[in-house]
Antibody, heavy 116, light 113 residues
C-alpha cells in the first residue's frame, strides 16, 4: 500500500522558515516524480513544485520561486520542501503527491500557518 | 501559463440523475507526438486529500466506479457522473500536466438536490 506522510508543518512568523518532509513507502520512491501541492483554507488546489526521480530537475510556481527548495533523499525515501521567507499568503495545507503519470497518490496533508 | 476554467462553480443534482462538469484550457493540452491529452480529474471530499479519477483525459484510475466518465480533447473536457450517488458529493478539479506551471481548475462543487 502506498503511503505518503507529511510532517514539519505548524506556525511560522512572516519572514520565517519551515521544512516539510514527506515519508514515502509502499512503492519504489526512486522511480517516482514527486510534487508538492497546496490548498489555502477554503480555496482550490495550487501546484507548488516538482522534482524528478534523481533530483536533478526541479520546477517551481512563480509564487514560491527563490523562496522554496524541493529536494529528495532516495536512500531514505523522503521528499522535502524547505520554505524560507514565508508570507501570510503561504498559509495552506501542503500535500505531497506521487506522479507516475498524473498525481496518483497523495498524503493527508500538513497545515502551515504563517502569522504574526 | 495554461488557465483551466471549470463550469459551473457548483451544481445540485438529484440522486440517480446525471451530473456534468466542464473544463476548458486556455491552450491545447494535446501532445501531438503521442496523441495524448495531458488532462486529469480529481475528486476531493471534505477533510480529505484529492483522489485521482482520470488521467489522459479519459483513462479511469483503478477502483473508480464506471458511473464516472471523462471525455474531450484539445481544450475542452467533460467529467460526467451518469447516476449521482450520495457518496459523490465532493469538489471536482480538472488539472493539466502538459506544461509548467502545472495548473488546476477552480473546482466544481457537486451537491444533492
Amino acid at each position: 500500500e502506498v503511503q505518503l506522510v507529511e510532517s514539519g508543518g505548524g506556525l511560522a512568523q512572516p519572514g520565517g522558515s519551515l521544512r516539510l518532509s514527506c515519508a514515502a513507502s509502499g512503492f519504489t520512491f526512486s522511480n517516482s516524480w514527486m510534487h508538492w501541492v497546496r490548498q489555502a483554507p477554503g480555496k482550490g488546489l495550487v501546484w507548488v513544485s516538482h522534482i524528478n526521480t534523481d533530483g536533478s530537475t526541479t520546477s517551481y510556481a512563480d509564487s514560491v520561486k527563490g523562496r522554496f527548495t524541493i529536494s529528495r533523499d532516495n536512500a531514505k525515501n523522503t521528499l522535502s520542501l524547505q520554505m524560507n521567507s514565508l508570507r501570510v499568503e503561504d498559509t495552506a495545507v501542503y500535500y505531497c503527491a506521487r506522479a507516475p503519470i498524473s498525481m496518483t497518490d497523495w498524503g493527508q496533508g500538513i497545515l502551515v500557518t504563517v502569522s504574526s | 501559463d495554461i488557465v483551466m476554467t471549470q463550469s459551473p462553480d457548483s451544481l445540485a443534482v438529484s440522486l440517480g440523475e446525471r451530473a456534468t462538469i466542464n473544463c476548458k484550457s486556455s491552450q491545447s493540452v494535446l501532445y501531438s507526438s503521442n496523441n495524448k491529452n495531458y488532462l486529469a480529474w480529481f475528486q476531493q471530499k471534505p477533510g480529505q486529500p484529492p483522489k485521482l479519477l482520470f488521467y489522459w483525459a479519459s483513462t479511469r484510475e483503478s477502483g473508480v466506479p464506471d458511473r464516472f466518465s471523462g471525455s474531450g480533447s484539445g481544450t475542452d473536457f467533460t467529467l460526467t457522473i451518469s447516476s449521482l450517488q450520495a457518496e459523490d458529493v465532493a469538489v471536482y478539479y480538472c488539472h493539466q500536466y502538459y506544461s509548467i506551471p502545472l495548473t488546476f481548475g477552480g473546482g466544481t462543487k457537486v451537491e444533492i438536490k
